[in-house]
């Protein structure tokens, strides 16, 4: 008999238990739309997919592996009982990198060429040139996470001719692209560098609140901030302060402290904000990788292989 198998809520996907009998016979898969299904079977199982919320884990005796079904899941997702156990735990990163890194160029090659300007005159109906373009070969981003997101964002940067400044805590050394690469600890000190700043990090115990007054106050008065990794990382009553004095010149944003943004917040009105409705990762595949991954997983794990994406539960990626 192979492992037992629990899909639990919200994420269950009935159409996997299928293709998870034909590539590992005799797999015990249960699918559980509800918790308190997820209850009555999780007590002797082996792998589990989904929300494990601590009453599962505290039923789950035989537990050993967890699939996390995002990448970054909501803060409270490895509750303490979670990250004090030995249950590996893997995420979805990764499948993202190409439709979220489309988006990211998007919002920089919108600045650049003064497309926050010109969108609103369009609306108006108001014909007005001068926006003063950045030229790409000469400008420098940074880029603070350089994964999956981050490492394709800077590769895609370098082809139309930036200087890019990586920022990451785990990389060893620059990857394609990457023209210097720094620590979180050096990240005052590279911001005053940047005609733009592309946070993607996950959010974690570390991250939270990592772009506040003082982040904002080290940019340059000409650039722009964009932020598509998680709306944690930036105290938006700072990141409004900022743009409402001119410390920097703009902000695209796609992740929100709050969210959805409250309708009257002062982000839906400035001038200087393009906003988009937290879609960056949108596009398509997304179930089709998903299910390649976890199935992928699966096989490894039955077969006592190392599993893919494994996270640091105590720093939640």
Known sequence: MAFKLVICPPN??????????????????????????????????????????????????????????????????????????????????????????????????????????????????????????IYLPEATVVVVGVGGIGGETARLCAEFGMTVLGVDPRLPEPTYGVAELLRPDDLLTVLPRGDFVIATVPETPETQGMFGAAQFRAMKNSGFFINIGRGATVILDDLVGALRSGEIAGAGLDVFQIEPLPAGHPLWSMPNTLITPHVAGNGPYLDDRRTELFIDNCKRFNEGRELRNVVDKANWF
């Not at 592996?65 to 590996?88: F, K, N, T």
């Open 12 to 133: 269950y996907q009935e159409h996997w238990e299928g293709r998870l009998r034909e590539e590992i016979p005799d797999i015990d898969v249960h699918v559980c739309p509800t918790v308190g299904e997820a209850m009555e079977v999780i007590g002797d199982a082996d792998a589990a997919f989904g929300d494990i919320v601590p009453e599962l884990l505290e039923r789950a005796q035989n537990l050993k592996w967890i699939a996390c079904p995002q990448a970054g899941p909501r803060a409270g997702y490895y509750h303490q009982s979670l990250v004090e156990s030995d249950v590996v735990v893997t995420n979805t990163r990764e499948i993202y990198n190409d439709h979220i890194s489309a988006h990211i160029m998007s919002l920089l090659l919108a600045f650049a060429r003064g497309l926050q300007v010109y969108i609103p005159q369009q609306v108006a109906g108001v014909w007005r040139q001068g926006y003063q373009t």
